[in-house]
Protein backbone atom coordinates (compact mmCIF):
# COMPACT_ATOMS: atom_id res chain seq x y z
CA UNK A 1 0.00 0.00 0.00
CA UNK A 2 1.25 3.30 -0.86
CA UNK A 3 -0.51 6.33 1.23
CA UNK A 4 -0.19 9.65 -1.10
CA UNK A 5 -0.45 13.01 0.35
CA UNK A 6 -2.38 15.85 -1.89
CA UNK A 7 -3.06 19.75 -1.66
CA UNK A 8 -1.46 23.03 -1.96
CA UNK A 9 1.40 24.03 -1.28
CA UNK A 10 2.56 24.77 2.28
CA UNK A 11 -0.18 22.72 3.16
CA UNK A 12 2.44 20.35 4.95
CA UNK A 13 2.45 17.08 2.49
CA UNK A 14 6.57 17.30 3.72
CA UNK A 15 6.59 17.99 6.81
CA UNK A 16 3.62 15.34 7.53
CA UNK A 17 5.01 12.91 5.04
CA UNK A 18 8.45 12.48 6.72
CA UNK A 19 6.39 11.82 9.96
CA UNK A 20 3.84 9.70 8.68
CA UNK A 21 6.60 7.46 6.91
CA UNK A 22 8.50 7.35 10.04
CA UNK A 23 5.59 6.26 12.30
CA UNK A 24 4.48 3.83 9.71
CA UNK A 25 7.94 2.53 9.33
CA UNK A 26 7.86 3.16 5.96
CA UNK A 27 9.99 5.00 2.96
CA UNK A 28 9.27 8.52 2.37
CA UNK A 29 9.23 9.98 -1.40
CA UNK A 30 9.42 13.50 -1.64
CA UNK A 31 8.88 14.08 -4.88
CA UNK A 32 10.08 17.79 -5.46
CA UNK A 33 14.04 17.03 -4.02
CA UNK A 34 13.50 13.54 -6.01
CA UNK A 35 12.80 15.49 -9.34
CA UNK A 36 15.61 18.28 -8.63
CA UNK A 37 18.29 15.32 -8.22
CA UNK A 38 16.87 13.78 -11.24
CA UNK A 39 17.24 16.35 -13.62
CA UNK A 40 19.81 18.49 -11.76
CA UNK A 41 18.10 21.88 -11.57
CA UNK A 42 15.27 23.49 -9.11
CA UNK A 43 12.13 23.39 -9.99
CA UNK A 44 12.16 27.27 -10.63
CA UNK A 45 14.62 26.82 -13.11
CA UNK A 46 12.90 23.82 -14.85
CA UNK A 47 9.63 26.26 -15.19
CA UNK A 48 12.23 29.28 -15.87
CA UNK A 49 13.77 27.23 -18.49
CA UNK A 50 12.35 24.79 -19.87
CA UNK A 51 8.59 25.75 -18.89
CA UNK A 52 5.76 24.14 -16.93
CA UNK A 53 5.48 20.91 -19.30
CA UNK A 54 9.32 19.97 -18.92
CA UNK A 55 8.27 19.84 -15.03
CA UNK A 56 5.53 18.11 -14.98
CA UNK A 57 6.97 15.60 -17.51
CA UNK A 58 9.77 14.75 -15.03
CA UNK A 59 7.10 14.98 -12.05
CA UNK A 60 5.15 11.86 -13.49
CA UNK A 61 7.83 10.33 -13.93
CA UNK A 62 9.40 10.57 -10.65
CA UNK A 63 5.47 9.62 -9.12
CA UNK A 64 5.54 6.51 -10.90
CA UNK A 65 8.39 5.64 -9.77
CA UNK A 66 7.46 6.18 -6.10
CA UNK A 67 4.30 4.45 -6.59
CA UNK A 68 6.29 1.43 -8.07
CA UNK A 69 7.97 1.05 -4.62
CA UNK A 70 5.38 0.45 -1.55
CA UNK A 71 4.50 0.47 1.26
CA UNK A 72 5.30 3.93 1.48
CA UNK A 73 4.31 7.79 1.84
CA UNK A 74 4.32 9.51 -0.90
CA UNK A 75 4.03 13.59 -1.10
CA UNK A 76 4.25 14.80 -4.77
CA UNK A 77 3.89 18.69 -5.45
CA UNK A 78 0.49 20.59 -5.27
CA UNK A 79 -0.10 20.25 -9.00
CA UNK A 80 0.20 16.33 -9.05
CA UNK A 81 -3.96 16.59 -10.13
CA UNK A 82 -3.57 18.43 -12.88
CA UNK A 83 -2.44 15.31 -14.70
CA UNK A 84 -6.17 12.78 -14.69
CA UNK A 85 -3.11 9.79 -15.47
CA UNK A 86 -1.37 10.83 -12.08
CA UNK A 87 -4.56 10.79 -10.26
CA UNK A 88 -5.83 7.71 -11.50
CA UNK A 89 -2.33 6.19 -10.49
CA UNK A 90 -2.39 7.31 -6.96
CA UNK A 91 -5.90 6.23 -6.63
CA UNK A 92 -5.08 3.06 -7.42
CA UNK A 93 -1.85 3.03 -5.24
CA UNK A 94 -3.31 3.34 -1.97
CA UNK A 95 -5.29 5.72 0.07
CA UNK A 96 -5.03 9.36 -0.83
CA UNK A 97 -4.84 12.03 1.85
CA UNK A 98 -6.03 15.46 1.23
CA UNK A 99 -4.04 17.70 3.10
CA UNK A 100 -5.97 21.35 3.76
CA UNK A 101 -5.34 24.81 4.77
CA UNK A 102 -6.91 28.12 4.65
CA UNK A 103 -4.91 30.45 2.11
CA UNK A 104 -4.03 33.14 4.85
CA UNK A 105 -1.88 29.95 6.36
CA UNK A 106 -0.69 28.80 3.48
CA UNK A 107 0.72 32.53 2.52
CA UNK A 108 2.30 32.47 5.81
CA UNK A 109 3.89 29.29 5.73
CA UNK A 110 5.49 30.42 2.07
CA UNK A 111 6.65 33.38 3.35
CA UNK A 112 8.18 32.03 5.94
CA UNK A 113 9.84 29.00 4.19
CA UNK A 114 13.48 29.84 2.91
CA UNK A 115 12.75 27.06 -0.52
CA UNK A 116 9.79 28.56 -1.48
CA UNK A 117 11.94 30.59 -4.31
CA UNK A 118 13.61 27.77 -5.63
CA UNK A 119 10.51 25.09 -5.15
CA UNK A 120 7.50 27.16 -5.57
CA UNK A 121 7.68 29.26 -8.67
CA UNK A 122 4.75 31.89 -9.64
CA UNK A 123 2.47 29.89 -11.37
CA UNK A 124 0.67 33.06 -12.13
CA UNK A 125 2.18 36.10 -12.01
CA UNK A 126 -0.31 37.40 -9.55
CA UNK A 127 0.85 38.42 -5.59
CA UNK A 128 0.95 35.39 -3.67
CA UNK A 129 -2.52 36.01 -1.72
CA UNK A 130 -3.85 35.95 -4.99
CA UNK A 131 -1.82 33.30 -6.61
CA UNK A 132 -3.07 30.98 -3.74
CA UNK A 133 -6.25 31.73 -3.96
CA UNK A 134 -7.13 31.23 -7.31
CA UNK A 135 -4.90 28.05 -8.00
CA UNK A 136 -6.13 26.30 -4.49
CA UNK A 137 -10.13 27.08 -5.95
CA UNK A 138 -8.94 26.04 -9.67
CA UNK A 139 -7.78 22.63 -8.05
CA UNK A 140 -10.40 22.24 -5.55
CA UNK A 141 -12.52 19.55 -7.69
CA UNK A 142 -9.32 17.68 -8.43
CA UNK A 143 -8.05 17.05 -5.17
CA UNK A 144 -11.99 16.31 -3.63
CA UNK A 145 -12.37 13.77 -6.43
CA UNK A 146 -9.11 11.67 -5.78
CA UNK A 147 -8.91 12.44 -2.03
CA UNK A 148 -9.70 9.28 -0.06
CA UNK A 149 -9.67 11.12 3.54
CA UNK A 150 -9.27 14.90 3.95
CA UNK A 151 -7.32 16.26 7.17
CA UNK A 152 -7.01 20.10 7.73
CA UNK A 153 -3.67 21.26 8.93
CA UNK A 154 -4.40 24.87 10.74
CA UNK A 155 -2.56 25.06 13.94
CA UNK A 156 -1.81 21.08 14.73
CA UNK A 157 1.42 19.53 15.07
CA UNK A 158 2.53 16.77 12.70
CA UNK A 159 1.64 14.19 15.20
CA UNK A 160 -1.72 15.15 15.97
CA UNK A 161 -2.49 15.25 11.56
CA UNK A 162 -0.74 11.81 11.34
CA UNK A 163 -2.42 10.61 14.34
CA UNK A 164 -5.80 11.30 12.33
CA UNK A 165 -4.40 9.99 8.88
CA UNK A 166 -3.51 7.02 10.87
CA UNK A 167 -6.95 6.64 12.29
CA UNK A 168 -8.67 6.94 8.54
CA UNK A 169 -6.54 4.08 7.37
CA UNK A 170 -7.81 0.86 5.82
CA UNK A 171 -7.92 -1.41 9.10
CA UNK A 172 -5.48 -4.57 8.41
CA UNK A 173 -3.91 -1.87 5.44
CA UNK A 174 -0.90 -0.74 7.81
Not at 6 to 29: C, D, E, M, N, Y
Not at 33 to 52: Q, W
Not at 103 to 120: C, G, H, K, M, Y
Not at 125 to 141: I, P
Amino acid sequence: MIVTLIGSRATGKTTVGAALAARLQWPFHDLDPLIEETVGLSIADMFSRHGESYFRAAEQAALLTALAHGPAVVSPGGGIVLNEENCAAIAAAGPVVWLQADVETIVQRLSADPLTQARRPSLTGQDVTSEVRDVLLARWSLYERVATQVVKTENRTPASIVDEIVAGLPVGGV
